[in-house]
């Protein structure tokens, strides 16, 4: 059952992630990101993430937040696997986006709590004070992030995590934002078999991010903003009746 949704502070949100949504990210930090090479398993042990042991990743930074709310606006709420995001975000605003987002999605959405197993129909947002990383066991282990992480959280481990736990039963989705956070571990997903979409340049409100993945030859499909929740139905084979 989803949580009862606080409509008022909801609406004090909105204005404030719809601003976040088009403000830069904050890019003058330096270090290098702590990504962990792990090599896919053969044969993952999912858990409670679902029979057909699916999940979809999503990357997001700059204009991201409204990316988000059109894909998970238009996915079914008997989605049979979950979904995790990586959204580039300031500390203070999370919680506001996911009751935002709870008003305008069928999905179970919350933010991501540390050894908490995925489970279909559910989106788990990554705080950004951590980075959030899936575990082979169908699990979610936050990070703790370097105060010198240029991204937070960081696109890259979660993306990579998918790849190294799902493997070819991954689906990786870049959207708009600035910088290479994303393109790293989308070319994971790729490499690992699974399935890559990148928003297009038209619909993104900066096409860093989308067009160094796609440069990079990591990505299955180029697609507006409003065809994406489409085709990560077709991608997990179509929808599924409650």
């Known amino acids: 059952m989803k949580p009862e949704v606080n409509i008022a502070a909801s609406h004090e949100f909105i204005s404030k992630v719809k601003l976040l949504s088009r403000i830069k990210v904050i890019t003058?930090?330096?270090g290098k990101l702590p990504i962990r090479d792990r090599t896919a398993p053969t044969a993952p042990q999912m858990g409670k993430a679902g029979a057909n042991g699916r999940i979809v990743a999503i990357a997001a930074s700059t204009g991201g937040p409204d990316a988000v709310s059109v894909i998970l606006?238009?996915?079914p709420g008997d989605l049979p696997c979950p979904v995790?995001?990586?959204q580039h975000i300031s500390e203070g605003f999370v919680t506001g986006m996911v009751e935002w987002l709870r008003t305008i999605s069928k999905l179970d959405i919350r933010v991501a709590s540390d050894k908490e197993a995925l489970c279909p129909g559910t989106?788990?947002?990554s705080?950004?004070?951590k980075h959030l990383e899936i575990e082979t066991a169908g699990k979610i282990c936050l990070i703790?992030?370097?105060p010198k992480d240029i991204y937070r959280p960081s696109c890259d481990v979660?993306?990579?995590s998918a790849a190294a736990a799902y493997g070819k039963k991954s689906i990786g989705v870049i959207l708009t934002g600035m910088g290479s956070d994303g393109v790293a571990g989308i070319r994971k997903i790729k490499e690992a078999g699974g399935k890559?979409?990148?928003q297009d340049e038209r619909t993104s409100v900066v096409f860093g991010m989308p067009k160094l993945a796609i440069e990079s030859g990591a990505i299955d499909k180029v697609l507006p903003i409003g065809e994406i929740s489409g085709e990560i139905v077709k991608m997990l084979g179509g929808y599924f009746p409650a």
């Open 28 to 30: 003058h930090l330096k």
């Open 73 to 75: 606006s238009g996915l």
């Open 84 to 86: 995790v995001i990586a």
């Open 123 to 125: 989106v788990y947002v």
């Open 127 to 129: 705080p950004p004070e």
């Open 144 to 146: 703790d992030r370097n």
């Open 158 to 160: 979660l993306l990579s």
């Open 196 to 198: 890559t979409i990148a």
